[in-house]
């Protein structure tokens, strides 16, 4: 049984695919019996209907020869509820893949595909902006059910976990203090921590955060002034005026900083580095 697919792989459904009036591919062709379907599939009668039953789950590879001997992708034969649960590996088996199917159909080892399923890593030979998009033509999914599916995965909020800690420590030496602006220095211990975890040059890391941190700085700059008119303007509808201003602008610098580590995340998983 397939790690994974025991509660989500749908017998009933695989019945009502089989006895549906389309299963052949025409209306007026009568629907596949148990063993009609077992023939094509090289299983025995016995397995489908005990797959169709719930006693027994089948293994990827037959999961795609069901669902093309019924005409639909695999995901048809699972159950609807668990469409929005399933992290990267339980997305490929419910695609009726193996890992060793998934590595072959993007022309990558196995070992390096395994990689990115299980540490979210991309190698070398996968850090492109175009490996995600090749990951869901592969599994024949939209590309948004795979990059949910991705960050469902373990390693990813532990990342995000470090990354945001390192970002805002960075942030608040480099960007929050008031003083001539310069970007994050190459050599800077939080920024090489943060460079490891994503694979890029230290040079490339402080380009990418000197960009974020530009532009944060922006931010907090207009909140700042909003924050001296609040406190100085002599018209008070003018002052009740800036306060508002000054409270939206906060917002969006916080809302900015906060998305950071995600932004630097997704940058990461579409092969972006600057």
């Not at 639909?72 to 399933?86: F, K, Q």
């Not at 990813?156 to 929050?176: I, M, N, T």
């Not at 211990?189 to 230290?202: C, E, M, Q, R």
Request: one cysteine or more; hydrophobic letters at 40%; glycine letters at 4%.
């Amino acid at each position: 049984m397939a790690r994974g697919l025991a509660l989500s792989f749908d017998g009933a459904a695989l019945r009502a695919l089989r006895t549906a009036r389309d299963a052949r591919r025409s209306e007026s062709a009568a629907p596949l019996s148990a063993q009609e379907l077992a023939r094509s599939v090289g299983a025995t009668k016995a397995q489908i209907l005990a797959y169709e039953n719930g006693l027994r789950v089948p293994e990827p590879p037959r999961i795609r020869a069901l669902a093309h001997a019924l005409n639909v992708h695999p995901m048809r034969l699972m159950s609807p509820s668990d469409y929005g649960t399933w992290d990267i590996a339980g997305l490929r088996r419910a695609c009726g893949l193996t890992q060793r199917d998934a590595a072959e159909r993007l022309d990558i080892s196995e070992s390096t595909y395994r990689r990115f399923e299980v540490q979210a890593k991309l190698s070398k030979s996968t850090a492109r902006p175009t490996f995600l998009d090749e990951v869901a033509a592969a599994f024949d999914v939209p590309l948004e059910n795979v990059v949910a599916a991705v960050r469902r995965r373990r390693a990813v909020p532990q990342r995000l976990e470090q990354v945001e800690r390192l970002v805002w420590d960075l942030f608040s030496k480099y960007g929050a203090q008031p003083g001539f602006w310069s970007q994050p220095s190459a050599d800077e211990p939080d920024l090489l921590a943060l460079a490891s975890l994503y694979g890029w040059s230290p040079r490339s890391t402080s380009r990418i955060l000197g960009s974020e941190f530009k532009e944060l700085r922006r931010l907090l700059l207009r909140a700042m002034v909003e924050r001296v008119r609040a406190d100085y303007e002599i018209d008070g509808d003018r002052q009740a005026q800036a306060r508002t201003q000054h409270q939206r602008s906060l917002r969006t610098f916080e809302e900015s900083l906060r998305q950071l580590p995600l932004r630097l995340e997704n940058m990461y998983m579409h092969g972006r580095r600057s």
